[in-house]
């Protein structure tokens, strides 16, 4: 009995110790996600706007030679799919793969581009067709890396490898809510429709566009491309640290019911060894009067 009540009270050291590492990293969480959730805040804007200025530009064209925005049948798919580098975070990584392989189960022939190691392992001992990899984005993202991912995605359409590039990462809607989505990347959306370049045409005039609107736009579509991967990237990393920390505090909560319950349980033992210890001694007692 002696020696049940040790291995209950290691186990609840070893728990307690477990509990403070949940903890602290659930407040490590908690912090880098107010910064992630900054970001992405700060990005969602910039790249709608030039979103719209690029259909703007576009619209200003009566026909588009720009390999870009040209669209092909659909042959060959791919998709770039935004996951974590480190696990801990709940089923964030598994709802994103998941969206992803729901989407390339509709292909006849899909590659998959990965950002994250958790992707990159889960898909590579499935036998998918990997394209190209990004990992080790860190916890504060670069732009230098949205650019890298995006001169890879943009080499892969001009090279006729890939006939479409869509986006599949976590869209970020608050703390408790996260969601997978899929975002058509390339062949650029096509300009605005006639009766909405109709609405927009009296703002659209107000531009003067040096040298011209062509050379506007080749200059836009790099920065546009790497604005919407840089944006991808922020949603799916504050996405991961909501998902951490929610996970952690689950953990935590886990610990502290888990301790409680050995507590109990030691002081039963504890209480039933007393018990018995009493009851000898009264026994011996009666024993020694007879």
Same mark, same amino acid.
């Given at each position: ?68 925005? &040209?669209? #092909? ?82 080499? &892969? ?6 006939? +479409? ?68 990237? &922020? ?34 033992? #504890? ?5 018995? +210890? ?13």
């Amino acid at each position: 009995m002696a020696e049940h009540i040790r291995d209950i009270k290691r186990r609840i050291r070893s728990i307690k110790s477990t509990e403070q590492i949940t903890k602290a990293m659930e407040m490590v969480a908690a912090a880098r996600l107010r910064r992630a959730q900054e970001r992405v805040e700060g990005a969602r804007p910039y790249s709608c706007e030039i979103d719209n200025l690029i259909k703007r530009l576009a619209g200003s064209f009566s026909d588009i030679t720009h390999p870009l925005f &040209l669209p #092909r049948e659909r042959h060959n798919v791919g998709y770039a799919v935004f996951t974590s580098d480190m696990g801990l975070c709940g089923a964030f990584n598994a709802h994103v793969i998941q969206r992803a392989e729901a989407e390339i189960a509709q292909e006849e022939d899909a590659g998959v581009i990965i950002v994250g190691r958790k992707g990159r392992d889960y898909f590579r001992r499935r036998n998918y067709n990997l394209m190209a990899e990004f990992l080790d984005i860190g916890d504060e993202p670069m732009v230098d890396q949205a650019q890298g991912i995006a001169r890879t995605l943009v080499e &892969l359409y001009k090279g006729n490898i890939v006939d +479409e590039v869509n986006l599949v990462f976590t869209e970020f809607i608050s703390t408790g809510r996260q969601h997978p989505v899929v975002v058509k990347l390339l062949p650029l959306s096509a300009p605005l429709s006639e009766d909405e370049e109709e609405q927009d045409e009296e703002q659209f005039l107000d531009y003067i566009i040096e040298p011209s609107p062509q050379g506007v736009l080749e200059m836009l579509l790099p920065r546009f491309i790497e604005a919407e991967i840089f944006r991808a990237i &922020l949603e799916a990393k504050a996405s991961e640290f909501a998902a951490r920390m929610i996970s952690m505090g689950s953990a935590t909560e886990n610990a502290g019911e888990m301790i409680d319950q050995l507590t109990l349980l030691s002081n039963k033992i #504890r209480q039933a060894a007393i018990t018995k +210890e009493i009851a000898e001694i009264v026994g011996g007692a009666e024993a020694l009067k007879g």
